[in-house]
């Protein structure tokens, strides 16, 4: 069994989001504030796509196979056709990587390869 370590690094999308996605508090009535509620709230909200896999971008991935060397994937095509090349079973190590690490991976297509329990997909 090959044990991998591994960690993302992501990061918000390219586009903010517009101002109308944004949703002002519903006690806000007057037009002047829900806009000023909005603006002042928009980078905080373009922040927060680097912690949704449906909005943000994967920076990068930092991997280490048993004792070698860690290595720190920027490609995704990379990082792909190297862990495809893996024909062993893989007991995979990180933080969150169930919960997040795994989805970003899934949603921005590295399927092949990957052996991680179904739970994590």
């Known amino acids: 069994m090959k044990t991998i370590y591994i960690d993302i690094e992501t990061i918000p999308s390219d586009e903010k989001p517009s101002l109308d996605s944004i949703k002002a508090p519903a006690n806000y009535k007057d037009e002047a504030k829900i806009l000023a509620y909005k603006e002042a709230n928009l980078e905080d909200e373009w922040h927060k796509q680097s912690l949704n896999s449906m909005k943000g971008r994967i920076l990068c991935i930092g991997v280490a196979c048993d004792d070698r060397d860690p290595i720190v994937y920027t490609d995704l095509v990379e990082f792909d056709r190297d862990i495809m090349g893996i024909n062993e079973e893989v007991l995979w190590v990180g933080h969150n990587v169930a919960k997040f ?21």
Request: charged fraction near 25%; aromatic fraction near 14%; glycine fraction near 10%.
């Open 101 to 121: 690490d795994a989805k970003w991976l899934v949603r921005h297509g590295i399927k092949s390869g990957l052996s991680f329990p179904s739970r994590f997909n």
